[in-house]
C-alpha cells in the first residue's frame, strides 16, 4: 500500500520560512518524479515544483527564486523549503509521486502565511 504523508504545514508570518516534508512508503521511490502542488481556496490546484528521479527541477514562476524542492532517495522523503512566504502562498500543499501508468498524492498540509 503506497503511502505518502506530509508533515510541516502551519501558521508562518509574511516573509517567514517553513519546510515540508513527504515521507513516502510502499513503492521504489527513486525511481518517482515528486512533486508539490498547492490549492487555494477558489483556486484550481497548481504544480508548485517538481524534482525527477535524476534530480532535475522544476518551479512555478510565483514561487521561483523562493522555494526549493530535494529528495532523499535513501529516506524515501521529498522536501518543499520555501522561504520569503506570501500570503498569497496561503493554501493546501500536497505532495504527489508520478511514474509512468501510477500516480499517487498524499492527504494535503496546511500552509497559512498571515500576520
Known amino acids: 500500500q503506497v503511502q505518502l504523508v506530509e508533515s510541516g504545514g502551519g501558521l508562518v508570518q509574511p516573509g517567514g520560512s517553513l519546510r515540508l516534508s513527504c515521507a513516502a512508503s510502499g513503492l521504489t521511490f527513486n525511481v518517482y518524479v515528486m512533486a508539490w502542488y498547492r490549492q487555494a481556496p477558489g483556486k484550481q490546484r497548481e504544480l508548485v515544483a517538481q524534482?525527477?528521479?535524476?534530480?532535475?527541477?522544476k518551479y512555478a514562476d510565483s514561487v521561483k527564486g523562493r522555494f526549493t524542492i530535494s529528495r532523499d532517495n535513501a529516506k524515501n522523503t521529498a522536501y518543499l523549503q520555501m522561504n520569503s512566504l506570501k500570503p498569497e502562498d496561503t493554501a493546501v500543499y500536497y505532495c504527489?509521486?508520478?511514474?509512468?501508468?501510477?500516480?499517487?498524492g498524499g492527504q494535503g498540509t496546511q500552509i497559512t502565511v498571515s500576520s
Open positions: 524534482i525527477t528521479s535524476s534530480g532535475s527541477t
Open positions: 504527489n509521486a508520478k511514474f509512468p501508468g501510477r500516480e499517487y
